[in-house]
């Protein structure tokens, strides 16, 4: 029977020897007396070398996992086939996933999904967390709670300077409904009062199309962002401080006017808010602003148009309303021979892209016309409203260049035509508001053709 030897050494906390390292352990830890196992020492000794292995495993892992060094349930290291350590692929530690600390399960992070700012597999859905009770920081307060997003009031110094961009753009773009949105998000308070003044001033010292754009916008404001009781109180600012907008407008009091004649027949204006002033004006724009609505209101009953009070603008005009306006404007110069009237009808049209369609008018009823009075007319009008710089140097030249391609169709009703087109393209030259380059492609019918039979097949010239 083999006797048990205790050693007090092997009790010692210090590591194992470069022999046990390599398997070779001489002493027979597992004893036997008598078919009984001895308890007490024995799974002492055994528990100490247990742990010892643990801990050189986890010092080595993150250095070393890759040599096949592992430990069988009794604490014994296990080999290969040949004694050595399996190899292993240096991917497998690149891609590794597990703890380095010796710590947990030994599953990967996360699931597999660890990683600087992820929390989680991709397709992962987090649903709502339900509010534990038991939770030390649980309040029954906040599980009826709504959030919402507070906009802070504007500021009185700022109200002009966010607002007047929006009104701006409006006059480019010319859709209420982004205005609208614009203005819903902001918390105007009570100083929505403010933005059917600041538009109107605006639209003062702009052009007409943008003051029809201007009473479109009131109209479309007011019951969406705006009362009628700020428009109301909006005409009443404006009434008071005309005697201001005078000084940069001076025809104010009747642009006022028109914008209040507007409103009433829009109905953002009671029709009782001109009786609101009678005989307690003292004023003398504001009175000349209320007897111009007042009047245009009676014109309205008469049957005329107030909501084209402004005029359409250029750009929303049909095509056939702006040649129609067109041949007017020449008619009516030809009778009267102002050429600034024309100019100042011509820049209220606000079509500078559409110039070209004027040229082409003016030179057409030159073609038609009989005498020499209309030839001479429109040449020293475009003459006019080119060193004007009305006319730019591109519209001059489509018009000219429209002419010489219907020229052909304009010839079956006036036979004279390309003869008079010739004799104008040479005057507008001489005149210098076209380049001889435009001059040369004036086209030309041929001008020679047979005579009779009995000329011996001769050519002469056409004449006229």
């Not at 914008?259 to 953002?268: E, G, L, T």
Request: glycine content about 10%.
């Amino acid at each position: 029977v083999d006797r048990f030897v205790f050693n007090a050494d092997d009790l010692s906390d210090s590591f194992l020897s470069g022999e046990e390292e390599n398997g070779i352990i001489t002493k027979n830890i597992k004893n036997e007396i008598n078919g009984n196992w001895i308890s007490a020492p024995n799974s002492i000794h055994e528990a100490r070398l247990k742990a010892k292995a643990k801990r050189r495993l986890r010092k080595t892992s993150s250095r070393d996992s890759g040599r096949g060094d592992s430990f069988s349930e009794n604490g014994d290291p296990s080999r290969g086939t040949n004694g050595t350590a399996p190899p292993t692929s240096p991917k497998s530690k690149l891609l590794d996933r597990k703890s380095r600390a010796g710590k947990g399960r030994g599953l990967p992070k996360k699931g597999g999904a660890g990683g600087k700012g992820v929390w989680g597999p991709p397709g992962e859905v987090y649903d709502l967390e339900e509010v534990d009770v038991k939770d030390p920081n649980y309040d029954e307060a906040q599980e009826n709670c709504v959030y919402e997003t507070v906009v802070p009031p504007l500021e009185e110094g700022a109200f002009e300077k966010t607002l007047t961009p929006i009104v701006q753009e409006y006059f480019e773009h010319g859709d209420t409904n982004e205005v609208a949105e614009l203005l819903g998000e902001l918390n105007l308070g009570s100083m929505s009062s403010g933005v059917p003044m600041l538009a109107v001033s605006l639209a003062l010292e702009a052009k007409a199309s943008h003051r029809e754009l201007t009473s479109r916008l009131l109209t479309d404001l007011c019951g969406r962002v705006l009362s009628r009781s700020d428009v109301e109180s909006s005409f009443d600012k404006l009434l008071r401080e005309l005697p201001d907008l005078v000084l940069d407008t001076p025809g104010a009091p009747q642009l006022v006017g028109q914008f209040i004649a507007r409103a009433v027949k829009d109905q953002i204006l009671s029709r009782s808010y001109l009786d609101g002033y009678k005989g307690r004006v003292d004023c003398v724009h504001a009175r000349a602003a209320l007897d111009r609505a007042a009047v245009l209101l009676k014109m309205g009953l008469g049957g005329l148009r107030i909501d084209n009070l402004w005029g359409t603008g250029g750009g929303q005009r049909p095509v056939t309303q702006l040649v129609r306006e067109m041949t007017l404007l020449l008619k009516e110069y030809l009778l009267s021979g102002d050429n600034k009237e024309a100019e100042r009808c011509l820049r209220e049209l606000e079509v500078p892209h559409f110039h070209h369609e004027f040229v082409y008018e003016a030179i057409v009823m030159v073609l038609e016309s009989k005498g020499e009075k209309t030839f001479k007319m429109v040449l020293q009008l475009l003459k006019f409203l080119w060193v004007s710089s009305i006319i730019t140097v591109d519209q001059m030249r489509r018009g000219y260049e429209r002419v010489y391609m219907d020229i052909a169709e304009i010839n079956i009703d006036v036979p004279r035509a390309y003869f008079i087109l010739e004799q104008f393209v040479d005057k507008s030259f001489s005149a210098g508001f076209i380049c001889e380059k435009l001059r040369d492609l004036c086209p030309s019918r041929g001008r020679k053709r047979f005579v009779s039979e009995g000329d011996g097949g001769r050519f002469k010239l056409e004449s006229y």
